[in-house]
Nanobody, 125 residues
Framework: QVHLVESGGGLVQAGGSLRLSCAAS????????MGWFRQAPGKEREFVAA????????NYADSVKGRFTISRDNAKNTVYLQMNSLKPEDTAVYYC??????????????????WGQGTQVTVSS
């Protein structure tokens, strides 16, 4: 099992940057794919980025490609989301998730069995 805790959210102006961190506990972390999802009020939780168990493969939503970077440090049991050139439409609660059943970066939220509580990201105009 994996326990996840996100941090790093906050308020930032459009065009600014923010780095989210997800601290994980559990020995299965190093073999699990990890993902970031976000949910704005009144909307479905949507895929943002995912990374394979060894960091060799990544997937990004078209809306964030070129602006966001997902990475992981298995020695520290941590996954990161570096967010640059932030836009107001990036405002949402961001969730970290672990897919302990696969090491590949799925874009489907139902593939992930473990979730953090989320961290709020607000981008002002």
């Amino acid at each position: 099992q994996v326990h996840l805790v996100e941090s790093g959210g906050g308020l930032v102006q459009a065009g600014g940057s923010l780095r989210l961190s997800c601290a994980a506990s559990g020995r299965t972390f190093s073999t699990s794919a990890m993902g970031w999802f976000r949910q704005a009020p009144g909307k479905e939780r949507e895929f943002v980025a995912a990374i394979s168990w060894n960091g060799g493969s990544t997937n990004y939503a078209d809306s964030v490609k070129g602006r966001f970077t997902i990475s992981r440090d298995n020695a520290k049991n941590t996954v990161y989301l570096q967010m640059n050139s932030l836009k107001p439409e990036d405002t949402a609660v961001y969730y970290c998730a672990a897919d302990v059943g696969s090491g590949y970066p799925s874009v489907g939220k139902y593939e992930y069995g473990y979730w953090g509580q989320g961290t709020q990201v607000t981008v002002s105009s």
